[in-house]
């Protein structure tokens, strides 16, 4: 699928977690989230390598709001 192309590809770039520099049990992250970034789900720039544990944290971050 485009994703799992989308993943490896993110992954081969980076070669370990840009958070710990671990090389085991990588993940590709989405930068911008999934949900709310449809136009980028499948951009590798939007992606980036984290480590299992890594990538958990990632996602129990609460989002900065920034207001203009």
Do not use: M, Y
């Amino acid at each position: 699928s485009g994703h799992s192309a989308w993943a490896t590809l993110v992954k081969l770039r980076d070669g370990e977690c840009v958070q710990c520099g671990s090389k085991k049990h990588l993940e590709a992250h989405h930068i911008k989230p999934w949900k709310d970034h449809q136009e980028l789900r499948l951009d590798v720039d939007n992606g980036q390598t984290l480590c299992k544990s890594c990538h958990k944290k990632a996602h129990r971050k609460k989002p900065l709001h920034t207001f203009f």
